[in-house]
């Protein structure tokens, strides 16, 4: 497996992160490192609390318009259906959660380098400190322990945002995936520094921290990151395939009505958007076949408003031979 040039950055930065914790553990001794550790575990804390308020008031009304602007582009039959306001609302929470891990990251440090300066001044203002007594070889030892730990605990949760980033990588909008617009960001990720952080059994408490900050209520139900972009991947693979459907030459409806039974099929596993949504889709999608086929002429009058998705898949058989049926005597005619 090759390295990319960011992957390469990623493990020089690591590799040196945990030698400069290490020597300034072993130098500052036990006693001022367990300090430090203490001190940083309560900058984690508070990054945690101020994290989401501060990317909501700098950061939020830029994704949505970047969300917006990602829906414009897509496909017009495809956007009127499926990429309504609530799939807006889906893809910014997304986005808006990503964002926050890394705003987290940044205000971890911006507390981790404020604090350490204020140590710094406490620590020389009290003489014991800095006692002759203090600068032995066990004290550097378990210096340079708790400086190892702490780059292992510290790393993880700095590095937290890059290794989780391929939840994004997941997402597709109407067939055009937004990796491919947001490739240099997407391709910072680095698996060999993901699976270091594992063997070292630190990895969880990132991925712990990345759960808590992309949280975020859906439907009335509670969801992580990855629990609602598995879902919404489910839900635009199928629209993917509806969407390669109608815009064929000539729409078969038999062909697009099987793919919705499959969109529905989908639409039982997922909870993440609503049931009107889900209706809508179905709808919206039948409506849009029934209107442009060479059937067409028969149905200028005719619209489904399904109240639910199981009414429709009680529908579906009678709908495909009702098709077919009208197919054949139009072929017969023809």
């Known amino acids: 497996m ?36 203490c001190v940083n575990i309560v900058n984690t804390l508070a990054a945690l609390r101020f994290t989401l308020p501060i990317t909501e008031k700098f950061f939020y009304d830029k994704i949505s318009n970047i969300v917006t602007g990602l829906i414009a582009k897509a496909d017009e039959r495809v956007s009127t ?100 617009k947001y490739s240099i ?12 952080y594992e063997l070292i059994h630190t990895k969880a408490i990132g991925d712990r921290l990345f759960d808590e900050i992309t949280k975020t209520t859906l439907n009335n139900r509670e969801y992580t990151i990855s629990e609602f972009t598995d879902e919404l991947v489910l839900l635009n693979e199928e629209i993917q395939r509806i969407s390669d459907i109608v815009n064929k030459e000539k729409i078969n409806p038999v062909e697009v009505l099987n793919e919705i039974d499959k969109l529905a099929d989908v639409f039982t596993q997922i909870t993440v958007v609503s049931e009107e949504y889900k209706v809508n889709c179905i709808n919206g999608t039948l409506n849009y076949i029934l209107h442009n086929n060479k059937l067409s002429f028969l149905f200028k009058k005719t619209e489904f408003s399904y109240k639910s998705v199981e009414e429709f898949k009680e529908d579906l058989e009678i709908l495909i031979k009702a098709v077919n049926t009208i197919d054949s005597i139009f072929n017969k005619l023809a």
Not at 185 to 196: A, C, E, G, Q, T
């Open 185 to 196: 960001i997407l391709d910072i990720h680095s698996p060999r520094v993901n699976k270091f």
């Open 81 to 180: 259906i499926f990429l309504t306001e609530e799939f807006n609302t889906l893809l910014t929470s997304i986005m808006f959660s990503i964002l926050s891990t890394f705003v987290f990251v940044g205000i971890f440090w911006i507390l981790r380098v404020m604090t350490a300066i204020l140590l710094e001044i406490l620590y020389r203002a009290i003489p014991v400190l800095n006692s002759e007594k203090l600068n032995n070889l066990p004290n550097k030892i378990i210096g340079g322990v708790v400086g190892l730990i702490s780059a292992g605990i510290f790393g993880a949760i700095s590095i937290m945002p890059i290794n989780n980033i391929m939840e994004v990588k997941k997402i597709s909008l109407g067939g055009e995936l937004i990796e491919d």
């Open 2 to 37: 090759s390295c990319t040039v960011f992957e390469v950055i990623i493990l020089s930065a690591t590799i040196i992160y945990f030698v400069y914790e290490v020597a300034k553990g072993s130098f500052e001794g036990g006693i001022k490192s367990a300090i430090n550790f």
